[in-house]
């Protein structure tokens, strides 16, 4: 009777045990994602940091552009510029109009609906966008993006610039 009430226990202790060590490997699995979830935060390599220095409103041969200065001060460098969105929002007739910009790489003059870059400064030297496509840390562009119409005078205009990574910047000014 002893050895049938051992034999029935077995069992039990060879099921306690599996379930023991299942939920023991879970439980390690879930600290190590955690663990790499935490170090992936911590350690992750900063983005460039991307800001729009300055725009002013210009009345180009042709018609209406915004010339502005983009300067990244970050770590990393933005590796293509062409690839750049902006958005610009302006009045005309007091209706809002908002505008996507198609990139330009050889606009010389002006060309509604579209942006260019006039060129990629360090220090005193200067690069075309097909010498020079990424922004550097410490680098400045200068770009111009060419309206298809003209803002009403003395309006306010909103210039933005967004990365294929989700890095924005912004500038607001008046015509």
């Not at 023991?20 to 900063?46: H, N």
């Not at 109009?97 to 790489?105: M, Q, Y």
């Not at 005193?124 to 550097?136: A, D, F, I, R």
């Amino acid at each position: 009777m002893a050895r049938r009430g051992l034999s029935s226990l077995i069992p039990g202790l060879i099921i306690l045990f599996v379930l023991t060590t299942i939920t023991a490997l879970v439980t390690l699995r879930a600290l190590s994602i955690l663990e790499l979830k935490v170090q992936g935060d911590s350690y992750r390599p900063q983005r460039y940091e991307l800001i729009v220095e300055r725009a002013r409103y210009t009345e180009d041969p042709g018609g209406p552009s915004v010339e502005f200065t983009l300067a990244n001060r970050g770590p990393r460098a933005l590796e293509d510029l062409g690839r750049l969105e902006v958005i610009i929002s302006y009045r005309v007739g007091g209706v809002g109009v908002v505008e996507l910009l198609k990139f330009n790489a050889t606009a010389a003059s002006w060309s509604p609906g579209s942006w260019a870059l006039s060129g990629v400064y360090i220090g005193s030297l200067s690069y075309t966008y097909q010498e020079h496509p990424y922004l550097k840390p410490g680098e400045v562009a200068v770009a111009v993006a060419y309206l298809s119409r003209a803002p009403d005078p003395g309006s306010p205009f909103t210039l933005v610039v967004v990365t294929p990574e989700g890095v924005k910047a912004e500038v607001s000014s008046a015509r």
